[in-house]
């Protein structure tokens, strides 16, 4: 029901924010985060409330919900009776346009100069957005440098990581291409074979997981979100497959479509494991994220195993779980000096698979940089041999997690809100934590 609501929505809405990275690196080009977020509240106000009651029943449930609304759901919940009333809908929208009124918490001409002072910056940030917390946390290989929480969060604190989870859910099936149970370039009719001769049956697991196979955008509906999650991944994969493509595949870069649904259901076919027990093994484990699960971003928040989680949206995890996937990543796969994970798969996430082509949709908070995408992830720089040095996954709540490879930095903003309100406060965090940490001398302190 959560995913259905998401494809309604995006349907309605038009373009909205679910992943676009952070950089000071790309000049600015399109919508700034903060005029996207306002338009977006727009949009929000102009929708009936008839029309997103779906059941007719007077209320809106969560399911019901815009996804700009969704973080905000227990706020607006007055009356705590577990829907949203016309009149608590319209408090809400103007709780947040006051909040948009204020602009972002933090002055970009005067960011933290230390780690006391951005530990202060993250209370400043929580009270101004009016929010339950935040996370951040800056290291190096597999030290942590800088470990901060404002409001209620702590490291133990799990939310859904919404397009944040395709860097970890595609570093399972890597995993599965550097094993050699897939081939990156094999045609995905060497798996269905009823698709022989069409330009589907030509598509290549390096299209599927880099938006690339001429699919539809987020833009344009969350098809594999709305699927229920408890269905078989194959036959998931089957009805995804049926919608057309609309694109000639390796001409455009359609970010947040349906294929990478279709690239983790052939995995499981391919490794013969259910993809959660696939990611359990490669990546869960040997990165020691005990706290985490792969399954839908809003129906499986207590770890329910369900046969065809998101690939795309589905991780519910901590700051201290992601952190540990990415000290896992940014020290080339190795936990304690040991290899836990292959370097070789590491490489082949961090490759330009979409270098020059054309964004389908560019969404709020574009002017933030993104230059291309590799395997599930951004690349936000790309170098002459295709390889991508500074690469993040950012999600739909705010969360974003990085690692910049020129810099030796690896970073986590944790977050659960609308990514377009807090992104112009992200830049000013993400920017002072990596200034702050190229000045010091601090080795940090080892991972837990």
């Given at each position: 029901?959560?995913?259905?609501?998401?494809?309604?929505?995006?349907?309605?809405?038009?373009?909205?924010?679910?992943?676009?990275?952070?950089?000071?690196?790309?000049?600015?080009?399109?919508?700034?985060?903060?005029?996207?977020?306002?338009?977006?509240?727009?949009?929000?106000?102009?929708?009936?409330?008839?029309?997103?009651?779906?059941?007719?029943?007077?209320?809106?449930?969560?399911?019901?919900?815009?996804?700009?609304?969704?973080?905000?759901?227990?706020?607006?919940?007055?009356?705590?009776?577990?829907?949203?009333?016309?009149?608590?809908?319209?408090?809400?929208?103007?709780?947040?346009?006051?909040?948009?009124?204020?602009?972002?918490?933090?002055?970009?001409?005067?960011?933290?100069?230390?780690?006391?002072?951005?530990?202060?910056?993250?209370?400043?940030?929580?009270?101004?957005?009016?929010?339950?917390?935040?996370?951040?946390?800056?290291?190096?290989?597999?030290?942590?440098?800088?470990?901060?929480?404002?409001?209620?969060?702590?490291?133990?604190?799990?939310?859904?990581?919404?397009?944040?989870?395709?860097?970890?859910?595609?570093?399972?099936?890597?995993?599965?291409?550097?094993?050699?149970?897939?081939?990156?370039?094999?045609?995905?009719?060497?798996?269905?074979?009823?698709?022989?001769?069409?330009?589907?049956?030509?598509?290549?697991?390096?299209?599927?997981?880099?938006?690339?196979?001429?699919?539809?955008?987020?833009?344009?509906?969350?098809?594999?979100?709305?699927?229920?999650?408890?269905?078989?991944?194959?036959?998931?994969?089957?009805?995804?497959?049926?919608?057309?493509?609309?694109?000639?595949?390796?001409?455009?870069?359609?970010?947040?479509?349906?294929?990478?649904?279709?690239?983790?259901?052939?995995?499981?076919?391919?490794?013969?494991?259910?993809?959660?027990?696939?990611?359990?093994?490669?990546?869960?484990?040997?990165?020691?994220?005990?706290?985490?699960?792969?399954?839908?971003?809003?129906?499986?928040?207590?770890?329910?195993?369900?046969?065809?989680?998101?690939?795309?949206?589905?991780?519910?995890?901590?700051?201290?779980?992601?952190s540990r996937f990415l000290m896992?990543?940014?020290?080339?796969?190795?936990?304690?000096?040991?290899?836990?994970?292959?370097?070789?798969?590491?490489?082949?996430?961090?490759?330009?698979?979409?270098?020059?082509?054309?964004?389908?949709?560019?969404?709020?908070?574009?002017?933030?940089?993104?230059?291309?995408?590799?395997?599930?992830?951004?690349c936000e720089k790309v170098a002459?041999?295709?390889?991508?040095?500074?690469?993040?996954?950012?999600?739909?709540?705010?969360?974003?997690?990085?690692?910049?490879?020129?810099?030796?930095?690896?970073?986590?903003?944790?977050?659960?809100?609308?990514?377009?309100?807090?992104?112009?406060?992200?830049?000013?965090?993400?920017?002072?934590?990596?200034?702050?940490?190229?000045?010091?001398?601090?080795?940090?302190?080892?991972?837990?």
């Open positions: 029901m959560g995913g259905m609501r998401l494809l309604v929505f995006m349907g309605i809405a038009g373009a909205l924010l679910v992943g676009a990275p952070v950089s000071a690196q790309t000049p600015p080009r399109g919508q700034s985060a903060h005029e996207g977020a306002v338009r977006e509240l727009a949009v929000m106000r102009a929708l009936p409330f008839e029309r997103l009651d779906a059941n007719k029943d007077g209320r809106l449930q969560e399911t019901e919900l815009p996804i700009p609304l969704v973080p905000a759901y227990p706020r607006a919940d007055k009356d705590k009776s577990g829907d949203i009333s016309p009149d608590e809908l319209r408090a809400e929208l103007d709780r947040l346009e006051a909040r948009l009124a204020r602009g972002p918490a933090l002055d970009p001409s005067n960011p933290p100069k230390d780690w006391k002072a951005l530990d202060r910056a993250l209370d400043q940030f929580v009270a101004h957005h009016e929010l339950d917390g935040v996370a951040l946390m800056i290291g190096r290989g597999d030290r942590v440098l800088f470990e901060g929480y404002g409001g209620s969060y702590g490291p133990g604190t799990r939310i859904n990581m919404a397009s944040a989870s395709k860097w970890p859910g595609g570093a399972a099936i890597a995993a599965a291409v550097v094993a050699g149970k897939l081939d990156m370039n094999a045609k995905l009719s060497t798996w269905k074979p009823g698709l022989a001769g069409t330009p589907k049956g030509d598509l290549t697991l390096a299209r599927l997981m880099s938006f690339t196979a001429g699919a539809t955008s987020v833009n344009e509906g969350t098809q594999d979100i709305a699927l229920d999650p408890r269905m078989n991944i194959s036959e998931a994969a089957d009805r995804l497959l049926a919608l057309p493509l609309v694109a000639p595949p390796n001409t455009q870069l359609a970010y947040g479509g349906w294929t990478q649904q279709v690239g983790a259901a052939w995995a499981v076919a391919a490794t013969g494991e259910p993809f959660v027990a696939l990611w359990n093994q490669t990546v869960r484990d040997p990165a020691g994220m005990t706290d985490s699960h792969f399954g839908h971003p809003s129906s499986s928040r207590d770890g329910l195993d369900l046969p065809n989680p998101n690939v795309q949206a589905g991780l519910w995890t901590t700051p201290r779980d992601f896992m990543m940014a020290t080339g796969g190795k936990v304690g000096g040991k290899q836990v994970y292959p370097a070789a798969a590491i490489k082949l996430i961090e490759h330009d698979y979409a270098n020059g082509l054309p964004h389908r949709w560019q969404g709020v908070g574009s002017d933030l940089g993104g230059r291309s995408y590799g395997f599930a992830l951004w002459p041999d295709l390889s991508c040095p500074v690469i993040s996954s950012g999600g739909a709540w705010g969360t974003m997690p990085w690692i910049d490879r020129e810099k030796d930095l690896w970073g986590l903003f944790f977050v659960f809100d609308r990514g377009p309100r807090v992104r112009p406060d992200l830049v000013v965090l993400r920017s002072a934590g990596e200034a702050i940490a190229m000045a010091g001398k601090s080795d940090g302190i080892p991972r837990e």
